[in-house]
């Protein structure tokens, strides 16, 4: 496994990044099979089926995807690094058995794998005061996915990373900002 040092600006460069990864990814074979098998057992055009299926899977696992049998486990990046690994490499890697990373990863992938079967998605960086840096990030997706007008009614917070949290879930207070990789179509 390689890695490349990048020195970043700020919380908001890397939140444009890490949405970056997410649009690269939508379209890769890799997670566009890994998200059909996933949402298998959906009923056809059952949104909120399918997003609730991608997030189990990233969250606590599914046995449609071997790789995701036990889910995407939260490991912490060491002190003073940050990895960013787009969702092709971390299917890959739960494929060797290295089923884990930080909440960066967690958000790539559960708003990578809603984007490659249609949702707008991005990912949302949080922190708890009005002052001071963000402290986390998590994938969002647009819900429903198809509307007459192609927007989505609401933004649902995909937060894998959170044991109470759940799809929709945000946390409580605090202030937000938004990434949109894959916009809605116009």
């Keep these: 496994m390689s890695f490349a040092l990048r020195e970043i600006q700020d919380q908001r460069q890397a939140l444009r990044i890490l949405a970056g990864l997410v649009q690269k990814a939508i379209d890769n074979p890799l997670v ?19 997003l609730v299926a991608i997030y189990e899977a990233v969250k606590h696992g599914t046995p449609e995807v071997k790789a995701l049998a036990k889910g995407f486990r939260y490991v912490a990046d060491p002190i003073q690094t940050d990895f960013f690994s787009g969702a092709e490499r971390l299917l890959k890697e739960c494929a060797d058995g290295n ?18 079967i249609g949702f707008p998605v991005g990912l949302r960086i949080w922190g708890p005061t009005a002052n001071g840096d963000f402290e986390h990030v998590y994938g969002v997706a647009g819900y429903p996915k198809q509307e007459a007008s192609n927007d989505p009614r609401e933004w649902l917070g995909m937060d894998t990373t959170v044991p109470s949290a759940y799809v929709g879930w945000d946390p409580p207070s605090g202030r937000w900002a938004t990434a949109i990789a894959v916009a809605p179509m116009e």
Excluded at 32 to 50: F, L
């Design 32 to 50: 566009v099979s890994t998200a059909r098998k996933i949402v298998s057992r959906c009923p056809a055009r059952d949104d909120e089926c399918e």
């Design 99 to 116: 089923c884990s990373g930080d909440c960066d990863e967690h958000g790539v992938l559960a708003a990578a794998l809603a984007g490659a």
